[in-house]
């Protein structure tokens, strides 16, 4: 992540990746149309294209940048998002050191593993609303409150704009429930590290 | 549901996206096709628009069917089009000869994969530059465009249309796997603000039109099949009445017609873009995704002190003679970044005709090339390592 003067990152690359039918590519796209048309950012996405997008470890890689992006291929993530196993599994090891690496806790085991992470249970959570097919879309709220990557206005525009027509109203319900998720971990890190200090 | 054939406004799609809303932007309003990774999402989108512009959108049984319906619907009048990749682009040679040889405009845009053969079906390659010159049997010429861009994929679509019609020949749109399944930003103009060309019209008396009678620029006028004009259509050599003529000198007369509408109109053809070329010392030469590997390279290779630049090139064919032979004559060297294993390197290297060096950045296909092999070869070449 190149970081500017005011503390913004001016390029981030993210990679979404999970089972194919997860919609995963879908929260790929949802996130470049809001960079794109929501915040008048660049951005690039490339989705995975194979047999692996329709059951496999599929992978959606996005850039956002304030200039234009001449490479559009992400090789070491600033953020990764893993919503399986195998998808942890084949991209886990390329996020840069520094970077961010968000789960979804029910469905990534990472063993010996001790990096930081962000974990919510999107899909337990989609479940509970009832719509299993909703944990895209309550990841990409919990990714808009933990990274700020897009601004939430221009993430929940674009979340109404790509869903089937019908469903939006649900489609932000999901998103609000991430993006709370999120903003209570945040806090409560917070809270945590403030205490730490003895503040 | 009619909606509009222009969808002015800003959007985020993929390459192939653009490129069917450039066709009907341009005013296409005829494609038929056969669906094939990874050019299946140009006919799905244009399948989904074309009745809410009241257009055809038809489904043949082969990609060899798809060209010869493109063929006829644009003898019928109205601009026509088609998508395809890999095996499809092959199955269409032989139509597309028969588009050359009657003057035909239409437009094919070739999503391009890694082959030989069935190859890897689902990944990017740009391995078909010399079969969109010459895959076609017998000698002619045509025009071929490379989006570097989804943006590009729909202005250069409209120019492709343009071109076509301008000329009378079909005219190739040659993307890729990465380009047409890539997702960016695409800004459509209003409709008025876009430029859109139709062929010469037929005029006069319609019994005594001469459907292969060379006007301005070597280009005959048009009459569309119905309009009452006499017209014969075929891809025998053929007189100025398009009747068969299987004489030599007949041969030599429509040879010289359909190389001269191209070739005496190259200036007004080629499209090349430079990037930081005015000092450079080092001149890659690319177009399609690989002009955006080079675009970074030179960027790189400029912080390590080695002067590169880009001349991209938009139209790779007609290539751009001139415009690298004027180069050769002051630049230590060309590099050739392409994702094949050196088809428009061939060009480089015949056109820089010895006086500077020629090398290429290739790759057998199913990827992007990265900076860094571009960047590698720069600083070898210039001594750096």
Same mark, same amino acid.
């Given at each position: 992540m190149t970081e500017t003067e005011k503390g913004k990152a001016e390029k981030t690359e993210i990679i979404i990746t999970g089972f194919?039918?997860?919609g995963i590519i879908l929260a790929g796209r949802i996130l470049g149309k809001a960079a794109t048309l929501g915040d008048h950012r660049e951005s690039t996405l490339v989705q995975s294209y194979?047999?692996?997008?329709?059951?496999?470890a599929c992978s959606a890689q996005v850039t956002i940048s304030d200039s234009p992006i001449p490479y559009p291929y992400v090789r070491n993530p600033d953020i990764l998002v893993c919503m399986s196993q195998g998808g942890y599994e084949k991209f886990?090891?390329?996020?840069?050191?520094?970077g961010t690496l968000l789960i979804d806790r029910d469905l990534v085991r990472m063993g010996e593993d001790d990096r930081p992470r962000f974990a919510i249970p999107a899909t337990r959570m989609a479940e509970e609303l009832g719509r299993k097919m909703m944990a895209n879309i309550i990841m990409l709220g919990f990714l808009t409150s933990v990274t700020?990557?897009?601004s939430p206005r221009a993430a929940r525009d674009a979340v109404a704009e790509s869903v089937p027509k019908g469903t939006e109203e649900m489609n932000i319900t999901a998103f609000n429930k991430g993006f709370d998720h999120g903003a209570a971990l945040l806090k409560g890190r917070r809270k945590k590290a403030s205490g730490k200090t003895g503040a | 549901m009619t909606k509009p054939a222009v969808l002015t406004g800003e959007h985020f799609m993929t390459g192939d996206e653009a490129a069917a809303e450039g066709a009907l932007a341009a005013g296409c309003r005829f494609f038929a096709g056969y669906p094939i990774t990874p050019a299946t999402e140009v006919a799905e989108r244009i399948a989904e628009r074309m009745p809410q512009v009241g257009g055809t959108f038809i489904q043949m049984e082969d990609e060899i069917a798809a060209m010869a319906a493109v063929v006829g619907a644009s003898c019928a009048g109205v601009k026509s089009m088609t998508a395809t990749s890999g095996p499809g682009f092959s199955l269409m040679m032989e139509n597309l000869g028969l588009a050359v040889c009657t003057e035909t405009p239409c437009v094919l845009v070739n999503v391009q994969r890694a082959g030989p053969s069935t190859g890897l079906p689902t990944q990017g390659a740009q391995g078909d530059m010399m079969q969109a010159r010459w895959g076609s049997h017998g000698h002619y010429d045509l025009i071929a465009l490379a989006p570097a861009s989804p943006q590009e994929c729909f202005h250069l679509t409209i120019e492709a249309f343009n071109l076509s019609e301008t000329y009378r020949v079909p005219v190739l749109v040659m993307t890729d796997e990465i380009i047409g399944h890539l997702s960016e930003r695409v800004v459509i103009p209003p409709a008025k603000a876009i430029k859109t060309v139709s062929r010469p019209r037929a005029k006069g008396r319609k019994d005594r039109f /001469?459907?292969?009678?060379?006007?301005?620029?070597g280009v005959a006028p048009m009459a569309a099949a119905g309009e009452g004009y006499r017209i014969h259509v075929t891809g /025998?050599?053929?007189?100025e009445r398009g009747y068969p003529v299987m004489t030599v000198e007949a041969q030599a007369e429509m040879m010289d017609r359909i190389m001269g509408k191209i070739r005496n109109n190259r200036e007004d053809i080629i499209r090349t873009e430079a990037y930081r070329l005015d000092d450079a010392d080092f001149v890659l030469v690319s177009y399609g995704v690989s002009a955006r590997t080079s675009l970074a390279a030179v960027d790189e290779a400029r912080e390590l002190g080695i002067r590169a630049g880009l001349l991209r090139l938009v139209t790779p064919w007609p290539f751009p003679e001139e415009k690298i032979r004027a180069l050769a004559g002051r630049v230590k060297g060309f590099v050739t970044v392409e994702i094949n294993l050196g088809q428009m390197h061939l060009e480089v290297e015949r056109c820089a005709g010895g006086r500077a060096p020629a090398y290429l950045v290739g790759h057998p296909g199913g990827t992007i090339i990265p900076p860094e092999s571009v960047v590698d070869m720069l600083k070898r070449i210039s001594g750096r390592t």
């Open positions: 194919g039918g997860q194979g047999p692996e997008s329709r059951g496999g886990g090891g390329l996020l840069r050191e520094e700020g990557v897009v | /001469l459907p292969y009678k060379p006007g301005p620029r /025998l050599t053929h007189d």
